[in-house]
T-cell receptor, first 115, second 112 residues
Framework: DTEVTQTPKHLVMGMTNKKSLKCEQH?????MYWYKQKAKKPPELMFV???????INESVPSRFSPECPNSSLLNLHLHALQPEDSALYLC??????????????FGEGSRLTVL | ELKVEQNPLFLSMQEGKNYTIYCNYS?????LYWYRQDPGKSLESLFV?????AVKQEGRLMASLDTKARLSTLHITAAVHDLSATYFC????????????FGAGTILRVKS
């Protein structure tokens, strides 16, 4: 079982809706990530939070807004999305730069469908 | 730009056979990872390779790393149907920030 928990597992939303994806980890990791994955493609990095501060934004459109309320939680706020934003959204965590292996642990993902 | 190339991208093999998946990357790296992904599921960490010459084995899978050649291999021994999945290698390099760059993935189908 994964130690990174994502909710909801499935989300269907219209283009005018506002929704949020949530991610939680209790491994004491200090880096958390959002990835987007389209079918039959590798995950694409969206955002990285390191010690609760946004450290990387891979030029993601502003309709995606990340938030890290504390070291265990990571949110992705969604607003005015487009159908092409439909994908599997993966949250991951790692020990961060000082970690022994830097290994990323992924959650089960939230499958988003934008109508 | 850090590039990671996997081949083959699709592999169909018979049960009991052996095969190797290759992962080449374009610049020096101190860490390489292999992940497995089942359809519609998340990524499961298989191996973490941290040094030149590292070799790790788990069941029918064995991964190795040659940092001089910038090459990692994932060898499958006596494949079974349960190994059918997509396998990704991913490379980490501090020059490119706190990010993991993934290869395109290899879709493995093991036929009974």
């Amino acid at each position: 079982d994964t130690e990174v928990t994502q909710t909801p597992k499935h989300l269907v939303m219209g283009m005018t809706n506002k929704k949020s994806l949530k991610c939680e980890q209790h491994m004491g990791h200090r880096a958390m990530y959002w990835y987007k994955q389209k079918a039959k493609k590798p995950p694409e990095l969206m955002f990285v939070y390191s010690y609760e501060k946004l450290s990387i934004n891979e030029s993601v459109p502003s309709r995606f807004s990340p938030e890290c309320p504390n070291s265990s939680l990571l949110n992705l706020h969604l607003h005015a999305l487009q159908p092409e934003d439909s994908a599997l959204y993966l949250c991951a965590s790692s020990q961060g730069r000082a970690g022994r292996t830097g290994e990323l642990f992924f959650g089960e993902g939230s499958r988003l469908t934008v109508l | 730009e850090l590039k990671v190339e996997q081949n083959p991208l699709f592999l169909s093999m018979q049960e009991g056979k052996n095969y190797t998946i290759y992962c080449n990357y374009s610049t020096t790296s101190d860490r390489l990872y292999w992940y497995r992904q089942d359809p519609g599921k998340s990524l499961e960490s298989l191996f973490v390779l941290l040094s030149n010459g590292a070799v790790k084995q788990e069941g029918r899978l064995m991964a190795s790393l040659d940092t001089k050649a910038r090459l990692s291999t994932l060898h499958i021994t006596a494949a079974v149907h349960d190994l059918s999945a997509t396998y990704f290698c991913a490379v980490y390099n501090w020059e490119y920030g706190n990010k993991l760059v993934f290869g395109a993935g290899t879709i493995l189908r093991v036929k009974s």
